[in-house]
């Protein structure tokens, strides 16, 4: 059962090239759930400089079109623990749940630059309104090896937020970013371009993101490094990691299910450059216990 209903307006912009909500969007809307509840309770001062977003885990169950009509999401308080929560979200458009979504957050000292522990009181309001979650199907344990598609790219401006470094929501774009340059032939067409004139849609049904460091202001460029794990008749599971060339530090890790699929959505096989690319830049399986 939720313990909060946010309703969230859809603006023209938030749709993409193939005309529905682009999916780095719906992590936007979770976020502006969660700023609403955070707002109508005793907890908003956390809001201020105390609240670190170090995980994500999104479901696309269907393509969100534009509407004037806001879209409803319910959120949910996971577990909580002495410094962290878990929420949980359902996305509704015209009562159809249209993706599902979980953020694990972290209270965060910034001006000491490190996690703090909840008082009494800040847990006591986020333990009471907590229930179970449904946990997310696992995608596999991948990582980037050597064989990797990389794309560098700079932080604008407008990527940070109020703390000072780029919004948790803005990761969604770079990786997506590094996602449609994927190609194995760089002087051929355009992949997206070729996809869209055989009416062919590239969907994204999942996305998680761990955020291991802050990504800041800078003029030297950071980098996504992608690869491609799992492949299936109509998708894959890409892998990719946001790395400092200063210092090698990895500072974000993605998995994203991508699905091929034709003008009404239904699933198609894979066209043959995405296998050619799987070929080219293989992710690394990691063993399971």
Request: aromatic letters at 8%.
């Given at each position: 059962?939720?313990?909060?209903?946010?309703?969230?307006?859809?603006?023209?912009?938030?749709?993409?090239?193939?005309?529905h909500?682009?999916?780095?969007v719906?992590?936007?809307?979770?976020?502006?759930?969660?700023?609403?509840?955070?707002?109508?309770?005793?907890?908003?001062?956390?809001?201020?400089?105390?609240?670190?977003?170090?995980?994500?885990?999104?479901?696309?169950?269907?393509?969100?079109?534009?509407?004037t009509?806001?879209?409803k999401?319910?959120?949910?308080?996971?577990?909580?623990?002495?410094?962290?929560?878990?929420?949980?979200?359902?996305?509704?458009?015209?009562?159809?749940?249209?993706?599902?979504?979980?953020?694990?957050?972290?209270?965060?000292?910034?001006?000491?630059?490190?996690?703090?522990?909840m008082?009494?009181?800040?847990?006591?309001?986020?333990?009471?309104?907590?229930?179970?979650?449904?946990?997310?199907?696992?995608?596999?344990?991948?990582?980037v090896?050597?064989?990797?598609f990389?794309?560098?790219?700079?932080?604008?401006?407008?990527?940070?937020?109020?703390?000072?470094?780029?919004?948790?929501?803005?990761?969604?774009?770079?990786?997506?970013?590094?996602?449609?340059?994927?190609?194995?032939?760089?002087?051929?067409?355009?992949?997206?371009a070729?996809?869209?004139?055989?009416?062919?849609?590239?969907?994204?049904?999942?996305?998680?993101?761990?955020?291991?460091?802050?990504?800041?202001?800078?003029p030297?460029?950071?980098?996504?490094?992608?690869?491609?794990?799992r492949?299936?008749r109509?998708?894959?599971?890409?892998?990719?990691?946001?790395?400092?060339?200063?210092?090698?530090?990895?500072?974000?890790?993605?998995?994203t299910?991508?699905?091929?699929?034709?003008a009404?959505?239904?699933?198609?096989?894979?066209?043959?450059?995405?296998?050619?690319?799987?070929?080219?830049?293989?992710?690394?399986?990691?063993?399971?216990?």
């Open positions: 059962m939720s313990s909060y209903t946010a309703t969230v307006g859809l603006r023209w912009v938030d749709l993409d090239a193939q005309g909500v682009n999916n780095a719906i992590a936007d809307y979770l976020q502006e759930a969660r700023v609403e509840w955070l707002l109508a309770g005793p907890n908003a001062h956390l809001l201020g400089d105390s609240t670190m977003v170090v995980g994500h885990q999104i479901e696309y169950l269907a393509p969100i079109g534009f509407s009509t806001p879209m999401i319910e959120l949910s308080v996971g577990p909580v623990g002495a410094s962290r929560f878990v929420l949980g979200y359902s996305v509704l458009q015209d009562g159809r749940e249209v993706a599902r979504g979980r953020s694990t957050l972290c209270l965060f000292d910034y001006r000491a630059n490190r996690v703090r522990r008082t009494g009181a800040e847990r006591g309001w986020f333990a009471a309104q907590s229930v179970e979650l449904e946990p997310f199907p696992p995608l596999g344990r991948w990582h090896g050597e064989q990797a990389d794309f560098p790219f700079t932080v604008r401006w407008s990527d940070l937020d109020s703390y000072g470094h780029v919004n948790n929501v803005r990761v969604f774009d770079y990786i997506a970013e590094a996602r449609v340059r994927m190609s194995p032939d760089p002087d051929g067409p355009h992949r997206m070729v996809a869209a004139e055989d009416g062919m849609l590239w969907m994204v049904a999942r996305q998680d993101v761990d955020y291991l460091g802050q990504i800041l202001l800078r030297e460029p950071y980098l996504v490094r992608t690869a491609i794990g492949v299936g109509s998708s894959m599971t890409t892998i990719a990691e946001i790395v400092d060339p200063l210092d090698s530090r990895v500072l974000v890790r993605t998995r299910v991508v699905v091929a699929g034709d009404n959505a239904r699933p198609v096989p894979l066209p043959p450059i995405m296998l050619a690319a799987a070929e080219r830049w293989p992710a690394v399986a990691e063993a399971t216990r």
